[in-house]
DNA sequence: CTACGTATTAACTAGTTAGTTAAGTACAGC
DNA sequence: GCTGTACTTAACTAACTAGTTAATACGTAG
């Protein structure tokens, strides 16, 4: 899997001209893109349907026309982020190696994906200050849950069965562990980087965090 | 530090009453009271100004002449939060325990307070979708760094100087693999008890989680 | 008791917001 | 070419929002 290969919704380029191109799956995602970057930086109460309308290359009645309306439309984009997380998480690949370092291997690679998204991470971040009350509407919810839970408890499975794995926790665990590494090093980075004089995401810090991520769950896993 | 000490803002009982009492202190502790509870659970763009006004026992415009703006006021709970958090972990006792059980000590206790106070780590949440923009014009800011990083300094130190801790890392790491642990708990709550149906904050996991937490962090200072 | 400053209540307001109405037009099928 | 429908633009709107103005009155000092 290589992180590059999943990029932040980049609106495309303005191309002024004063004819009508109808091409509805393009206005469709000009409007999604720009409504997660929006969401993501302002929130959902902040931001503004006139001002995502104003940074697409269409008009609001568009945004009502294709999603019906804000809450629809932050749906959509939490819907897509989570998708694109779990597709990416689809193709982590352990294969082939011991659970010692498909663990690490594990950790690493969600390290790097959740670095790859920050507009992703800050999305659900906000979803969890409205209570999750609009994912709680997603007829896609029963498919959210991550296939890469699968993949680790296969893992958890054979370090027991090889003796180096505790037992006390389940796969679930495991996966809150690191996700809470993952998750808040994007969405504490502001108010630590105030209070600390330490960004988080700094690439400098970057391989450091990543091998204490791997370290950690292993020496939790392996401990005695 | 006993956790039930630090109780989160109750907004006093309502006394219906004709006459006019004044009392600045306690027309004032009470906006705040119920800006934070708002605000946490609104974010800071979701909170109404007249929604907090219409749950105190005041009028909007005492707000403005307390607070000057819903800006003002925002920034005085999230002072208030840290300050809150900060004062309680000054209270952390470790002496006379050795390293080991000085670590396993701070990490449950921050667990404790952290769960303690659902509204200030939802509030640091908010803070951060803002980009740590409110809290930057704080005046108390350079005043909010942990006191509990000192103890954990010379947690470190003591456990290398026996020998035992690992010395790659410092106290400003171990410090966010505790906090990221805990605020992960509280601040990704929702979304999580979503897709996976486990609701991290149940009391029944409530021992698990501590004990993990425990486990975890000292698992990694101490692995060879 | 009076005066004054601070605290409080009540009503008002200009600008903003999510959503709506009306009109225009691209495009495919016939 | 005509028609109907889906896509698009432009303008409008009722309700909401943070903040303001005006009036009232409490509490204390003299």
Chains 1, 2 share one sequence.
Do not use: W
Not at 60 to 85: G, P, T
Not at 137 to 144: H, Q, R, Y
Not at 167 to 174: G, P, Y
């Amino acid at each position: 899997m290589d992180p590059s290969s999943f990029d932040e919704p980049q609106p495309e380029a303005v191309t002024p001209t004063a004819e009508r191109v109808r091409d509805a799956d393009r206005t469709r995602a000009d409007i999604l893109d720009v409504a997660t970057t929006e969401f993501s930086e302002q929130g959902y109460a902040g931001a503004r349907v006139d001002e995502i309308a104003a940074k697409t290359r269409t008009t609001k009645r568009m945004i009502y026309y294709y999603f019906q309306s804000k809450e629809n439309l932050y749906l959509a984009a939490l819907e897509r982020a989570y998708e694109m997380i779990r597709a990416s998480e689809r193709e982590v690949d352990v294969q082939g190696l011991g659970p010692r370092e498909a663990i690490r291997r594990l950790a690493e690679l969600t390290f790097d994906h959740h670095e790859s998204h920050p507009h992703f991470i800050r999305l659900v971040t906000i979803e969890n200050i409205h209570g999750a009350k609009h994912i709680a509407k997603s007829e896609s919810l029963p498919g959210l849950a991550d296939p890469v839970l699968e993949v680790l408890s296969e893992i958890l499975r054979s370090g027991r069965a090889e003796g180096e794995f505790r037992d006390d926790v389940d796969a679930l665990d495991v996966h809150m562990m690191i996700s809470a590494f993952c998750v808040f090093r994007t969405a504490n980075r502001h108010t630590f980087k105030a209070i600390f004089d330490r960004d988080m995401l700094d690439p400098r810090y970057r391989a450091h965090y990543r091998t204490m991520l791997g370290d950690m769950v292993l020496d939790y896993l392996t401990a005695r």
